[in-house]
């Protein structure tokens, strides 16, 4: 262009546009995990079982769900996932499948598979830009009602389009949402379906699962637990999760008519000596009506909270799993020799956000990557509130943790070779997740230390099952060395020394068993000082 030649402001601003949060996801569809044919498939899949389960929870249902993938063109699937949960009120069906960032989870401060509010709708939006039809939705209410309709999402609104709606008188509750896709994979491996749906399994011993391939075989997880998960409770937000932000915009919709009480009505752990103590901090009376409240003073508010120390925040948000539940489920689908679980008491990262860690090592038997114990490799079984993570392996603080644990301590040479499965589960009403795809946990300090304890924990109990094993087998070949070699001793000393054979072979066999026994008092000698010495460690980094 010409030196002089410039473009006027009017001309560029013509093009200045508003757009939806369904256009911007239309363009990053990789922030969702719509990244290659393979993942998309997989995050699909783990969209509408979240969302089910998820929903079955909150009605107090245990879960019976039903995944079917049927392939009917070169690269198109059609996928159906059906519940029986509550169901959705007919208002709401178009809503929670046809516009992006609506939903019953964002605002409960509860710990629930979702967040967003962008899975599902998501999946409607990925099925109509592959393939221009619309998701099919039925779903029944326990007011005996069903409806069914076709959802689209107007991409440029962001609002639910819907067609074909009918509603009629009906046994049916739950949802059954069915939907075409190209731009998708099936695949058996690692990365698939099937796998997502094993280790969902493992972490919902409450979930029933049945999977029906595009080959039309069938795969059930049964459940192995009837107990179903604690309710979560929404819970106040902890005062030291709280930002300056956070204030203004609070103090702009609440109902209260002074600070103190807006800090007192929506906190947690706040009561008047705790007003107190930021009062002595601030320049500003608490007595202010929250519609006078400047960024200064919120930012001041914010300051003096992180220097009082406060009670920790309230745990009962966090449900986790339970060891023992843990411990079934992976003995019935994983399927190991042993396994060894550990968890720890709940803990807050950034100051206010309460989590828990719980881990099992699964060793021997089905444990492990690969066909066999020989073949086999470790696996890392991720997940955060039960739900499996596939993808972003490398970027997670979940796989840096088991990756820091020196595990040769543990008996555990070799990790990469070793028929080892290490299962963690992170619970908390905010998972610190490093992008929109939840598929990685970010690298929070308190969070990588609570995985290391809980590690190190299971770790000792794995290491006396390990060297127990290792002690069995060295004691073994040692007794096949000597019980070979036996009988030409004895019959040496028979023909030299004229010894009595019977006599001579007995006291050979007594012989073998008494240096056997003295070998394993001297091994369990040593694993005791081993484990005392481990014992420390894990106090020292505590
Ligand atoms: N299977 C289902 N049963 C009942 N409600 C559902 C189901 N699937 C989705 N919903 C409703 O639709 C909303 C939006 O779902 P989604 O877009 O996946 O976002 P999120 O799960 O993060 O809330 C949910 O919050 C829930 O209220
Ligand atoms: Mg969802």
């Not at 719509?34 to 995050?43: A, E, L, V, Y």
């Not at 002595?280 to 009376?285: G, H, K, N, V």
């Not at 070699?485 to 006291?507: D, H, I, S």
């Not at 040593?526 to 505590?542: L, P, S, V």
Request: net charge neutral; aromatic share 8%.
């Amino acid at each position: 262009m010409a030196e002089g030649q410039q473009i006027s402001t009017d001309s560029i601003f013509k093009e200045f546009k508003e757009y939806s949060a369904a256009e911007f996801f239309k363009k990053n569809r990789q922030m969702l995990g719509f990244t290659g044919p393979i993942r998309s498939m997989t995050t699909i899949i783990h969209e509408y079982v979240t969302n089910s389960i998820d929903a079955c929870e909150s009605g107090g249902i245990l879960p019976d769900i039903i995944v079917k993938i049927d392939k009917y063109g070169p690269d198109a699937y059609e996928i159906m996932v059906q519940d029986n949960g509550p169901g959705m009120p007919e208002k709401i069906v178009g809503k929670a499948l046809g516009q992006l960032l609506a939903g019953t989870k964002f605002h409960g401060n509860k710990q629930s598979r979702g967040q967003q509010g962008i899975g599902a709708s998501y999946c409607t939006v990925y099925s109509q830009i592959t393939t221009g039809k619309p998701t099919h939705v039925i779903t029944g209410t326990d007011e005996g009602l069903i409806t069914e309709m076709d959802v689209s999402v107007d991409v440029k609104k962001n609002a639910p389009k819907i067609e074909n709606k009918k509603t009629y008188k009906g046994e049916f509750r739950g949802t059954k949402v069915t939907t075409k896709f190209k731009e998708v994979q099936y695949t058996k491996g690692a990365n698939g379906p099937l796998e997502y749906l094993r280790r969902t399994a493992i972490a919902n011993p409450h979930c029933e699962i049945k999977f029906y391939d595009p080959e039309g075989a069938r795969v059930t997880f049964p459940r192995t637990s009837r107990l179903l998960p604690k309710l979560p409770k929404g819970v106040l937000p902890h005062p030291k999760g709280t930002t300056t932000d956070d204030l203004v915009s609070m103090a702009r919709t609440t109902p209260a008519r002074k600070v103190s009480s807006m800090l007192k009505m929506h906190f947690s752990r706040m009561g008047d000596t705790k007003l107190k103590e930021i009062q002595q901090q601030i320049p500003f009376d608490l007595e202010i009506s929250p519609k006078n409240l400047t960024w200064k003073e919120a930012e001041d508010i914010v300051k003096a909270v992180k220097e009082i120390k406060f009670m920790a925040p309230e745990m009962d948000a966090v449900i986790p799993i339970g060891r023992e539940h843990i411990e079934k489920s992976v003995l019935k689908i994983v399927n190991p020799e042993v396994v060894y679980t550990s968890d720890r008491p709940p803990k807050a990262y950034r100051g206010g956000v309460p989590f828990i860690i719980e881990v099992a090592l699964a060793y021997g038997g089905g444990a492990g990557k690969g066909e066999s114990e020989e073949t086999s490799s470790v696996e890392i079984l991720r997940f955060a509130n039960r739900v499996p993570l596939l993808f972003d392996t490398g970027g997670c603080a979940l796989t840096k943790a088991v990756n820091s644990i020196d595990w040769k301590r543990y008996g555990l040479k070799g990790l990469e070779k070793l028929p080892l499965t290490v299962f963690v589960n992170i619970s908390s009403v905010y998972v610190p997740y490093t992008g929109a795809g939840k598929q990685a946990v970010s690298d929070e300090e308190e969070i990588f230390n609570e995985i290391r304890f809980a590690l190190m924990d299971a770790g000792r109990k794995i290491d006396r099952y390990v060297r127990g094993k290792a002690r069995e087998a060295i004691k073994a070949e040692k007794k096949r060395t000597l019980e070979r070699y036996m009988p030409e001793v004895v019959n040496v000393l028979v023909n030299v020394a004229k010894a009595n054979k019977k006599e001579m072979t007995q006291n050979l066999e007594e012989m073998i068993i008494e240096t056997l026994k003295m070998d394993e008092s001297d091994e369990a000698e040593e694993t005791d000082e081993i484990a005392d010495d481990m014992d420390g460690e894990i106090n020292a980094e505590e």
